[in-house]
Nanobody, 125 residues
Framework: QVQLVESGGGLVQAGGSLGLSCAAS????????MAWFRQAPGKEREFVAA????????DYADSVKGRFTISRDNAKNTVYLQMNSLKPEDTAVYYC??????????????????WGQGTQVTVSS
């Protein structure tokens, strides 16, 4: 069993920065791909960023490219999301996710097996 616990959410003004962390425990980090998704009220869960174990290689949603940075520390079983130049439209619950056994990048929700409980990010205008 794998547990993912997000932290670091909060309230920030537009243009500000926040950093999120996701700590994995249980059948820990493995070599699978990790990602961040988000879900705003009344909207579907959407892809934000993903990172492979080796390389690492990364992928970002167009809406966050150049503003967000995903990284991981395999020794600490932790993945991070640094969010800069935040906009009100970035307001959402942010979820950490991990693929079951696959190691490639994916932006699809159904490709991820394990999910955290989510952390709220609110950006005020």
């Amino acid at each position: 069993q794998v547990q993912l616990v997000e932290s670091g959410g909060g309230l920030v003004q537009a243009g500000g920065s926040l950093g999120l962390s996701c700590a994995a425990s249980g059948r820990t980090f493995s070599t699978t791909t990790m990602a961040w998704f988000r879900q705003a009220p009344g909207k579907e869960r959407e892809f934000v960023a993903a990172i492979t174990w080796s390389g690492p290689h990364t992928d970002y949603a167009d809406s966050v490219k150049g503003r967000f940075t995903i990284s991981r520390d395999n020794a600490k079983n932790t993945v991070y999301l640094q969010m800069n130049s935040l906009k009100p439209e970035d307001t959402a619950v942010y979820y950490c996710a991990r693929r079951g056994v696959a190691t490639g990048l994916s932006s699809r929700v159904y490709d991820y097996t394990y999910w955290g409980q989510g952390t709220q990010v609110t950006v005020s205008s």
